[in-house]
């Protein structure tokens, strides 16, 4: 299977008691940003995601409160870097016995001593491990040599420990769509579990001339989805199709809510285009979700992330006998 069969039943699950509900929108992954502190200062980060102290990270029960009050079964722990929270075995214990699904996202430098000498390989734990390319592209695009190396070191690792273990890769102006075949050839050598691919893309507070317009997107996205089904690739055949400019979705920026150092961030994980929230009921019923569905600000026009768009993507896939089939094709596969 694409993903564990827990982590599967536990999201369709969430999707069928929110309508039974009657709810239109709910957060099913919250982005934990614990911490704006990383030991790495890579092109296509934000400044204030890799410039903040130690000393303003977000506490523990802060972080709980969160999670509990949003009640998203997943949570993507971010930041930063995670693996520089003091309180990170912590935190992951916690949200276990909460019963969340954790997807850790990390530049693994510090994950050997941190994450894979402390905390053992659960159901519920996923490592997100960034890698924007092969040695030369990645080390690049890090700033620091030897980064690709320690990655691909701590992948191995962590498959033999028996963690979950998946790359996080934006594909970049200068990615060659080969280089992203390259990427999809280490997953299967690595014995990784799959490869989430995201096009890099301009968003507030970033400005590099490393991203791609919607044009750029479209053509490596074209080819990525034809090599797509030979490998292990995250996204689902409705996002390829969007992410190739084949058709087009809404927005739907509440199903992946995103909690900052700074409070709720509206609407989204890249813009702040409402601002922060401190509490979770103001957040939720006073940002313009409609507005930021329809994709009418200038902020949106070239944004393909995972984040806005797979939910969308389920959503379309099963409104069709084809799309349903198609989607439990590939979620069964691979
Ligand atoms: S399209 Fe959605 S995810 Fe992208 S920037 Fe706009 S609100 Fe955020």
Known sequence: MRYPIGFTMAQAAHRHKMERSGLKRYPTVVMLEPLYTCNLACLGCSVERHTGKLKDRMSLETCFKAVEECGAPI????????TLYPELAQLVAGLTERGKYIILCTNALKLEEKLLSVIPPTDNLFLMIHLDGMRQTHDYVCNRKGVFDHAVEMIKKARDLGFY?????????ETSVEEVEDMCKLVNELR??????????????????????????HEKFKAIREFAPKYKVNATPMFLEFAAGMRELPCAPWSTVNYTPKGWKAPCYLVEGEGYYDEWTRFWEDTNWEYWESRLDSRCQNCKMHSGFEHSAVEESMKTIKGTLQLAAWTLSK
């Open 75 to 82: 949570v993507n722990i971010c930041g930063g870097e995670p």
């Open 192 to 217: 990784a579990n799959g490869i989430l691919i995201s096009p890099g893309y301009e968003y507030e507070s970033v400005q590099s001339d490393v991203f791609l317009s919607k044009e750029q997107i």
């Open 165 to 173: 273990t998946y790359i996080n890769t934006t594909v970049f102006k």
